[in-house]
């Protein structure tokens, strides 16, 4: 059973860093391609960003680029986004999402990902 469970979320202030950490159990984690995601209240949930399996490939949003990395430990089966100079706009509940495909072309479409995490909430504060 694919199990994606998040955390790191909290609240922080214009300008504050923060790294996610999403921890894969249930299924060959260096195999599958990953994703974070995020949805804000009211709104549609969102890509953020994006990891082929072999890290070979990523991809980020336009709004997150430059600020927002996303990497992976292979040992640890888990997933990171470390988040540097957060907007309020940033605030949303963050998703960590699974493929079935080692890479992704369309990886900013949440069809291409099979399995979600439960969400973690980050708020940022002027």
Known sequence: QVLLVESGGGLVS??????????????TFSSR?????????????????YLSANGGSSGYAESVKDRFTIASDNVKNTLYLNM??????????????????????R????????????????????
């Open 84 to 105: 540097n100079s957060l907007k309020p706009e940033d605030t949303a509940v963050y998703y960590c999402a699974a493929s079935p495909q080692f890479s992704l072309l």
């Open 14 to 27: 214009l300008g504050d860093s923060l790294r996610l950490s999403c921890a894969a159990s249930g299924f």
């Open 33 to 49: 391609a990953m994703g974070w995601f995020r949805q804000a209240p009211g709104k549609e949930r969102e890509f953020v960003a």
């Open 107 to 126: 990886y900013s479409s949440r069809s291409g990902y099979t399995s979600w995490g439960q969400g973690t909430q980050v708020t940022v504060s002027l």
